[in-house]
């Protein structure tokens, strides 16, 4: 097993491309062509965590959170980062961050903790823009079904809960082969015409390489005629935040509680309480106060997620209830995703959940 047995594995279910611009998701210590003897899996990658790798024997390290997040200049070890960095590098251990792309996928964090909460109907609350691209292709008649199953196969064509979508439409081609070509129909310096078929299917934007090959792979033509598009389309399987309800309405205070307990919360920040039930709820994994007016547009009776500044509080306006429990009580469920993930793919391989709580925020209940 080598490390990007793993990581390309992370990353059919959670592609780098849906990582937002800010982030630095992948593998950011380490060679993804060496041999993975055991993975570590965590929400923060920190020194006690790396000493962790170390006491079971793993060299890969898979963090929700990169430990390099800015551009580094030096590694000196003049604060944790560095000094994570170089232990890890000194005991050959490769440090891997699946951060925003799996919070933009539908079985991502926010699944997780929709989950957690026992939400039913759950969908992407606010659909990420320009995820979806149409490819359009013209092929003889006979060899429709062939391209249609290698575009299928490669990823393209599905649409919400449904695949092998395309559209189709027949008439006819015209090429005229020059002395050099190697014509599939038709003869050299004469005008052919050939009836076809015009397929079209939609497929997402981090596939397009896949789909290509799959279609020059798989049609007859030696030079293949296709257009790709971009379109405004949102597709309901990338996207912020997520949206669901609870099968049994309940009170504003039995919804807390059950937050309380469910996420071994502490304390839980909250706005006004509105004296209503609480149906539908809103969620986003880690810092989500830029997702609160989408939660009240979306008619949410609470919006659970972090990190709230003072003033955004007041921006809940009596229309939803805003519970804040915490940046690692939203995502502290995270490694067991990526357990999830690689299990299913990789069933005998050495994968640990860490046993180290990473959180740096405290309380103080004397």
Do not use: W
């Not at 990582?19 to 920190?46: P, R």
């Not at 959170?65 to 590098?89: C, M, Q, S």
């Not at 709820?281 to 949410?300: D, P, R």
């Amino acid at each position: 097993m080598l490390i990007k047995d793993i990581t390309n594995h992370l990353e059919s279910i959670a592609p780098l491309a849906l990582q937002e611009n800010y982030d630095n998701c992948g593998l950011l210590v380490g060679n993804a062509n060496d041999e993975c003897f055991a993975a570590l899996l965590t929400l923060d990658c920190t020194e006690e965590i790396i000493d962790e790798a170390i006491a079971i024997g793993a060299n890969l390290v898979i963090a929700h959170h990169p430990i390099i997040f800015g551009g580094i200049k030096k590694l000196n070890g003049k604060n944790y980062v560095e000094r994570t960095i170089i232990k890890a590098i000194k005991n050959n251990i490769a440090i891997y961050a699946a951060h925003t792309n799996y919070d933009n996928i539908n079985n991502g964090v926010n699944e997780m903790i929709c989950n957690k909460i026992g939400l039913t109907n759950c969908k992407i609350l606010v659909p990420k823009p320009q995820t979806l691209q149409k490819l359009i292709t013209y092929c003889p008649v006979n060899n429709a079904e062939m391209v249609r199953t290698s575009l299928f196969a490669a990823g393209a064509g599905n649409i919400g809960n449904y695949s092998n979508c395309s559209f189709s439409s027949e008439g006819y081609g015209t090429y005229m082969a020059n002395e050099n070509a190697n014509p599939t129909a038709g003869e050299i310096g004469k005008l052919h015409t050939e009836k076809e078929v015009k397929i079209e299917v939609i497929f997402p934007f981090y596939s397009e390489q896949k789909i290509v090959e799959a279609l020059v792979k798989s049609h007859p033509y030696e030079e293949v005629a296709y257009d790709i598009i971009s379109i405004s389309n949102t597709s309901n399987l990338f996207g912020s935040g997520m949206l669901g309800v609870l099968e049994n309405e309940l009170s504003e205070h039995d919804f807390l509680k059950q937050l309380k307990l469910t996420f071994g919360l502490q304390a839980i920040k909250h706005t006004n309480l509105l004296n209503k039930k609480i149906k539908t709820v809103a969620v986003c994994g880690g810092s989500g106060s830029f997702l609160l007016g989408h939660a009240i547009a979306a008619n949410a009776d609470v919006y659970v997620s972090s990190d709230f500044k003072y003033h955004e509080y007041f921006n809940a306006e009596n229309k939803i209830v805003i519970a804040d429990i915490g940046h690692f009580e939203t995502e502290q469920f995270t490694p067991q995703i990526f357990y999830n993930h690689i299990i299913k793919k990789f069933s005998t391989f050495a994968t640990h959940l860490s046993k180290v709580n990473t959180n740096p925020i405290k309380y103080f209940n004397g």
